[in-house]
C-alpha cells in the first residue's frame, strides 16, 4: 500500500503528459502530436492575451481532449473497421453536414467483404445521425470521468465542447465565445498541426481560414495565421518536454503517492475500454502481479512498482487498431506484428517521467518469456528479473481467464493447467508460475517461495549478500542479531550450493533476484 499523503515525485502535468502518447497513436498520429498541438495553441494564446490562470487549463484541455475516443472504438470498429485510420483520415476535412457524411459513407466497413460495406452504409443512411450524437455524447462523458478522477475539476466543462463548432452547429449545440477559450485554441491548434506537418504551413494556414468563423474562432484564426511560422518553429524545436513542464509554473502540482495510484488507475481503466472483453483487465493484473509479488519475497517496494507496472501494462494497445485484438480468427502475419508493437509503444511512452522508471521496466517486459519467444526485444532467462517474470505469467493468467473474440474464457483450474504447461515449455519459470497460481487461490502442491526452496527472508539476505553485504549490515538491515543473520547465511548456501559470496552472487543473478532498479541500503 502506498503511503497516503507521501509526495510521489510525480507531476499531474508530466504523467498525463506521458498518457497522451498514448492518445496520440489512437488517433492514428505520431507521438507528441498532443503535445505540439498545446505548444501551438499556447502560442495562439499568448498573442491573444491568455489569463495567466488558465494556462494550466490550456495544457490540461489539449492533452486530454482525445481521451474518450476510446470510449467510442467498439462502436467505431464495427461501422469503420480499423479505428486508429478512421480517426487519421478524419483531420482531411471539416467534419460537419454532407462532406461529414460522405466521408462516413466512403469509410462504411472498411476492409470487410462487399456485403459487409453495403450492410455498413445501409445503417449510417438509416441511424447516421443518431449514431454520430451517441459517439459523441460517449465521448464527452468519458473525457469528462478523467478529468474527475484526475482532480481537474477546471476543465471538465471545456472538455465536454470538443465537438462544438463556432458557427454553433456542432454538438452540443453552442458557439461563439459561449465555447470556452482553451477549447476554442485547441480545436484550431489539432488540426493546423496534422495539416502543416503533411502538407506545410502554407496549407495550415489556407485550411484554418477556409474554416474561420464555422469550425473555428476568427480571432483565433487571425493571429494564427499572422504567426504561423513561428509558432510551427516552436513546437518542433521544443522536444524537451520535461523542461518545458518544469518551467511552467502553473504545472507544478504534485501527486501523493496515494493519488498517483489512483491516477495510475483511471489510465488502466481508460485504456481497457478499448476493448469490451478486456474492461478490467489492467487493474486484474495488477492486483495478481502485486500478490504474487509479495508471496515470492519481493520488498513492498518492489511489490508497489509491479502493481504499478501492471496498471499501464497495456497502454501501448491504443496503437493496435480494435478489429485486429477483436478479430475471432489467427491473425495474420501484418496484424501480428502490429500487436507486437505495442510493447514498443509501451516502453516509448512510459520512458517518462523518471520517477516511474522502475515501475515502467518492470512494465516493459511484461510480454518476454524465459525461452526468448517473447517481445519485442526476445529477452531470455536471467535477463528477465523476477519482477518481470512474475507480472508475465500474471498477464497471461489473468487474460486465460477472460473471454476473447477467437475463444471462451478458461476457468482458473485450466489456466493453472496452461500454465503449467508453459513452464514445461520454458516459457515460465517455476517461481513465477506457482507465485501467480498461488496468489490467484490455486493449488501448488508444496510451494516454494522462491528457487531452492529459498523463503521470502532467504531470498532478501541473499540479495543483500550478493550485492556486498557483510553478516553485520544484513543483520542491521533485518533488525535481527549477527548470530541469527549468519543462520540464514548458512542456510542459503547449503540450498543453493555456494560457499563464497561471488557464487552466491551468481546464482541470484541467474536466477533474477536481482531486479531491484534502486540500490540497497548496505
Request: proline content about 2%; hydrophobic content about 45%.
Given at each position: 500500500m502506498?503511503?497516503?499523503?507521501?509526495?510521489?515525485?510525480?507531476?499531474?502535468?508530466?504523467?498525463?503528459?506521458?498518457?497522451?502518447?498514448?492518445?496520440?497513436?489512437?488517433?492514428g498520429q505520431p507521438m507528441e502530436h498532443v503535445l505540439r498541438s498545446w505548444l501551438i495553441a499556447a502560442g495562439v494564446g499568448s498573442r491573444l492575451g491568455l489569463a495567466s490562470d488558465v494556462r494550466a487549463d490550456l495544457y490540461y484541455v489539449s492533452a486530454l481532449a482525445w481521451v474518450g475516443?476510446?470510449?467510442?472504438?467498439?462502436?467505431?470498429?464495427?461501422?469503420?473497421?480499423?479505428?486508429?485510420?478512421?480517426?487519421?483520415?478524419?483531420?482531411?476535412?471539416?467534419?460537419?453536414?454532407?462532406?461529414?457524411?460522405?466521408?462516413?459513407?466512403?469509410?462504411?466497413?472498411?476492409?470487410?467483404?462487399?456485403?459487409q460495406r453495403a450492410r455498413a452504409a445501409a445503417t449510417l443512411l438509416?441511424?447516421?445521425?443518431?449514431?454520430?450524437?451517441?459517439?459523441?455524447?460517449?465521448?464527452?462523458?468519458?473525457?469528462a470521468t478523467m478529468a474527475d478522477r484526475l482532480g481537474l475539476a477546471t476543465v471538465r466543462d471545456p472538455l465536454l465542447q470538443l465537438f462544438t463548432r463556432y458557427d454553433g452547429k456542432g454538438v452540443p449545440?453552442?458557439?461563439?465565445?459561449?465555447?470556452?477559450?482553451?477549447?476554442?485554441?485547441?480545436?484550431?491548434?489539432?488540426?493546423?498541426?496534422?495539416?502543416?506537418?503533411?502538407?506545410?504551413?502554407?496549407?495550415?494556414?489556407?485550411?484554418?481560414?477556409e474554416r474561420r468563423g464555422t469550425q473555428f474562432d476568427p480571432a483565433v484564426v487571425d493571429a494564427f495565421a499572422v504567426e504561423a511560422d513561428e509558432l510551427f518553429d516552436g513546437a518542433t524545436a521544443s522536444s524537451d518536454w520535461d523542461a518545458l513542464l518544469a518551467s511552467d509554473t502553473s504545472l507544478q502540482r504534485r501527486l501523493s503517492e496515494e493519488e498517483l495510484d489512483i491516477a495510475l488507475e483511471a489510465i488502466a481503466d481508460f485504456t481497457d475500454l478499448r476493448s469490451r472483453s478486456r474492461a478490467g483487465h489492467s487493474r486484474g493484473v495488477a492486483e495478481l502481479a502485486a500478490t504474487a509479488a509479495a508471496h515470492a519475497g519481493l520488498p513492498q517496494a518492489e511489490v508497489t512498482s509491479v502493481r504499478r507496472a501492471g496498471l499501464v501494462h497495456d497502454i501501448g494497445l491504443h496503437g493496435v487498431p480494435s478489429t485486429i485484438f477483436e478479430k475471432p480468427g489467427p491473425l495474420s502475419r501484418t496484424q501480428w506484428e502490429r500487436v507486437r508493437l505495442h510493447a514498443y509503444y509501451r516502453e516509448r511512452m512510459l520512458a517518462r517521467p523518471?520517477?516511474?522508471?522502475?515501475?515502467?521496466a518492470v512494465a516493459s517486459m511484461t510480454n518476454e518469456r524465459s525461452d526468448g519467444s517473447g517481445y519485442h526485444r526476445g529477452l531470455r532467462g536471467p535477463s528477465i528479473p523476477l519482477a518481470g517474470r512474475l507480472l508475465g505469467a500474471a498477464c497471461a493468467f489473468r487474460a486465460m481467464t477472460e473471454p476473447r473474440a477467437y475463444r471462451a474464457a478458461l476457468t482458473p483450474a485450466q489456466a493453472t493447467a496452461e500454465l503449467r504447461r508453459d513452464v514445461r515449455s520454458g516459457r515460465f519459470t517455476t517461481d513465477a508460475a506457482d507465485a501467480v497460481i498461488s496468489a490467484a487461490g490455486q493449488h501448488v502442491g508444496k510451494r516454494q517461495s522462491g528457487p531452492a526452496g529459498l523463503t521470502p527472508r532467504e531470498i532478501e539476505v541473499l540479495r543483500l549478500i550478493a550485492r556486498g553485504a557483510s553478516t553485520r549490515r544484513v543483520a542491521e538491515n533485518l533488525g535481527v542479531s549477527v548470530k541469527t543473520a549468519g543462520t540464514h547465511i548458512e542456510r542459503i548456501y547449503d540450498k543453493i550450493g555456494a560457499s563464497t559470496r561471488s557464487t552466491a552472487a551468481l546464482y541470484a543473478m541467474q536466477h533474477g533476484l536481482l531486479d531491484t532498479l534502486e540500490p540497497l541500503d548496505l
Open positions: 502506498s503511503v497516503v499523503g507521501t509526495d510521489s515525485g510525480v507531476r499531474v502535468a508530466e504523467l498525463i503528459g506521458a498518457f497522451s502518447l498514448a492518445i496520440d497513436l489512437g488517433l475516443c476510446v470510449a467510442d472504438t467498439p462502436e467505431l470498429a464495427s461501422l469503420f473497421g480499423d479505428d486508429i485510420a478512421y480517426r487519421h483520415d478524419g483531420y482531411e476535412l471539416d467534419q460537419v453536414g454532407l462532406p461529414l457524411l460522405g466521408f462516413m459513407l466512403r469509410h462504411a466497413g472498411a476492409g470487410g467483404s462487399a456485403m438509416t441511424n447516421g445521425r443518431a449514431t454520430v450524437q451517441h459517439v459523441i455524447q460517449s465521448h464527452g462523458l468519458v473525457t449545440d453552442l458557439g461563439g465565445d459561449a465555447i470556452a477559450l482553451p477549447m476554442r485554441l485547441y480545436q484550431l491548434a489539432d488540426v493546423v498541426e496534422v495539416v502543416q506537418r503533411d502538407d506545410g504551413t502554407e496549407t495550415a494556414v489556407n485550411v484554418a481560414r523518471a520517477v516511474l522508471a522502475r515501475a515502467s
